[in-house]
């Protein structure tokens, strides 16, 4: 289930928790936030797609700037994560339903501006899973892309004016694909995990517009630093047999595209049937045993880093997940990527991929038709 105060910024104190331990921990922290209102506890849905919509409404017309998908599943703050414009998971049936309940909602509420919609997908249902009427840090993203400016359709709602006849499915009908990446400043907080949850960490973001998803991906993880190389070897270390089944094609991938694969122990035994060019790697924790992930770090042999952290334990990494802690900071103090999110890794080992055949287009942006 997901904890938090009733009203808050950036997900502060809201938290994932998977005990009964957690829930009384963590009830504490969100009533000491928030103490002149109940703590809400939801229901955490694993395996879910979620999506924003970004629109403004005048009282009686709505117009929506677009559908965005988030790449990571939800559990990462909508801060955090990164999203891609038009949705490229999304059935149409999907995109339908969602259309219709964020026009049904925005004229119950009587909306005059901007709004923001966040929506859950769990085996091909919709969930509405909060409703914010102001403008999202996504409009402008939107905005730019769709060539719609909703800040100033907002700014006329709100004064009273009433919006034009825009199709709701204008959006649909932009040609390239935009992708939201956000940035953080990790390196600036002493002892900052890099991990992603429900709380918000990032401090900006990158949007970035392609012919494709990869050609816009590309350019979104160079944008905020991340390196894509074409050849080097990757540190792989998966928590939980789930996840290891996931990405045991994404790794096959890795190697097929001649990268060299180091995996820590148990990670290592379980790719090894499937992928015999394994390097067994030692923990920073163990510095007799060698070869050791913390030399590895320190002489630039590794080129970036796959680290999924079990699902159940991402509260917990103090404790068992402290070697992974350890991997991740160093790595990020040292500017090598770490990815955290199963989504991400499968994304960025197909940018790599889609890197060996083609190159990022180069365009002007389009002004706004309105």
Known sequence: MIIRPSYVLSGAAMR???????????????ARLSPDHPVVVSKFMLDSLEVDVDGVCDGERVVIGAVVEHIDSAGVHSGDAMMCIP??????KVIETITDYTE???LAFDIRGPFNLQFLVSEGRVYVIELNIRASRSMPFVSKLVRTNLIRLAAGAILGGKLPDVPHDKWKRVTRYGIKVPQFSFMQLDGADIVLGVEMQSTGEAACFGTGFYDALSKGLISVGYSLPASGSALITIGGTRNKD?????????????FGIMATEHTAEFLRD????????????????????SDLLRDRDIDFIINIPETSTLEKYVGMLEDEYQIRRKALELGIPVITTAELAESFVSTLEWLRENKTAKFPLEPYED
């Open 246 to 258: 996931r990405l045991l094609p994404t790794v096959s991938r890795l190697g097929a595209l001649g």
């Open 104 to 106: 049904r909602i925005a």
């Open 274 to 293: 499937k992928i015999p060019e394994v390097t067994t790697v030692h923990k920073i924790s163990e510095p007799d045993r060698t070869p050791n992930i």
């Open 87 to 92: 949705p490229w998971r999304l059935s149409n």
């Open 16 to 30: 994932v928790v998977w005990s009964q331990d957690e829930l009384r921990e963590h009830a504490g922290d969100a």
